[in-house]
């Protein structure tokens, strides 16, 4: 008789006992604590558009050197995160077919398959790397969107699949929602979920721990793994005492998520349910603000000390014309307001104290990106990898890998997020992972 069951997830484990949809949502509420170690967390920061110009971006070291004293001027507002900040340069896009068309492949190491004429009708061939980790883990991950427009593959970084995007949920108030229910249950209430949480993981313990002697070694070693993550959930329930409770989204009056005037409040407040959510279960998350083309964007938000009457797109293409001037102060104010929108994420993350002496921004690793390289070109492609990753990730330093394929990157996260691929996306294109050591 074959006992033998490949490919073990959490989910798949806990919906085959009999623990199904309706509990599974329960798993992504139990706050962080000491009782157990923290686990690794993913989350992908995407802004508008192409990458600044290497000019703006090298920080003037040699590949594998510490990163200066002072960081290139649009990454400034990242000073205080130096430590945790690995800089990624050179590498090449090998699939996009130039401009637009990156940011289909940015995730995917995928080539875009076009259905119209238009240049963003497209989607990409591939599962994106962040839904690939989500997948391996057995979780849902958080997919957010601030102006993200229309959907078309101009639009989506995230795919399931070939020609499979993913829709961002692009109101911060219903992404609340639908991460964290109600949050205003009764005590009674509280407590019966909680009861009721610690019932289901008790039985789910219970069963995996009979299954496992059922299985060969290199299964059982796999349960094994799944068991330890049902046992730490059940230990950081006995330490919390409760659900988790986040702090609900208060928008000021008139806020409308699909207008541009509120695009800064609605990517805080889109970065706030995020850091909730990662902090109350969630392992794997993103957030893309506006898209690849970036028309809809005019930063005329003066209480954000920007205000230029043109839009993102067309900053980035008077920059790449004339750069000097006017149009090299707008484009550098624009990436700076950007690279502070991320500086608001990393300082949510460093807030969450996992329990264990760790912050939430200790275990996760927040990959920034763009959608493709200065001038719509598919390198020189620069990225940038924040965080700890629970030990994983190195920072405080550059790396340059000149014609690298980016696929390469996609490889290397995934074995930072603990997983065996020695390839991402397509097999042809990529060489392998990265020496990010």
């Known amino acids: 008789m074959n006992t033998r069951m490949p490919n073990i997830r959490r989910r798949t484990l806990l919906q085959g006992l009999g623990l199904g949809a309706g509990v599974l949502p329960f798993l992504r509420h139990i706050p962080s604590a000491a009782a157990a170690p923290a686990p690794k967390r993913l989350v992908v920061f995407f802004t508008p558009n192409e990458s600044i110009d290497k000019a703006h971006w090298d920080p003037g070291v040699a590949s594998g050197a510490a990163l200066p004293a002072a960081l290139p001027t649009v990454f400034s507002p990242l000073l205080p995160y130096k430590s945790k900040l690995l800089m990624v340069g050179d590498l090449d896009d090998k699939l ?19 259905f119209g004429s238009d240049v963003y009708d497209f989607w990409s061939t591939g599962i994106s790397v962040d839904q690939h980790i989500a997948q391996q883990w057995g979780t849902t991950p958080l997919t957010l969107g601030a102006l993200p427009s229309a959907n078309n593959g101009g639009s989506r970084i995230s795919y399931t699949g070939p020609a499979l995007p993913v829709s961002p949920y692009e109101d911060p108030l219903v992404a609340f929602e639908k991460v964290f229910g109600d949050p205003d249950l009764s005590d009674e209430d509280k407590a019966k979920r909680a009861a009721q949480q610690a019932m289901v993981l008790d039985s789910a313990a219970l069963q995996l721990g009979r299954i496992k002697g059922k299985l060969p070694q290199v299964d059982a070693a796999k349960l094994e793994h799944h068991l330890e993550g049902v046992l730490a ?11 988790c409770a986040p702090n609900p989204l208060v928008p000021g009056g008139g806020y409308d998520y699909k207008k541009n005037a509120y695009l ?21 998350g993103s957030l893309q603000i506006g898209n690849t083309g970036a028309s809809n964007i005019t930063p005329v938000w003066p209480s954000e000390g920007i205000d230029i009457g043109i839009t993102a797109h067309n900053i980035s293409h008077n920059y790449n014309d004339q750069p000097s001037g006017a149009d090299k102060s707008n484009r550098e104010a624009l990436e700076i307001w950007y690279v502070k929108q991320l500086a608001y994420l990393l300082d949510g993350l460093a807030s969450v104290d996992e329990g264990d002496g760790t912050t939430l921004l200790d275990n996760t690793v927040v990959l920034w990106t763009k959608g493709f390289a200065t001038k719509h070109k598919n390198d020189p492609l620069f990225y940038m990898l924040i965080g700890g990753g629970g030990g994983a990730l190195d920072g405080g330093r550059y790396l340059s890998f000149p014609g690298k394929p980016h696929n390469n990157l996609l490889a290397s996260l995934c074995q ?16 392998g992972a990265l020496d990010l050591g």
């Open 264 to 284: 800064p409040q609605t990517v805080r407040m889109q970065i706030d349910v995020l850091v909730q959510a990662l902090a109350c279960g969630t392992r794997v």
């Open 96 to 114: 996009a077919d130039g401009g637009h068309g990156g940011i289909g492949s940015m995730l995917t190491g995928r080539m875009n398959q076009s």
């Open 416 to 431: 930072m997020m603990d997983l065996d691929d020695e390839k991402f996306g397509d097999p042809a294109v990529c060489t």
């Open 233 to 243: 959930l059940r230990a950081k329930l006995d330490a919390a005492g409760a659900t």
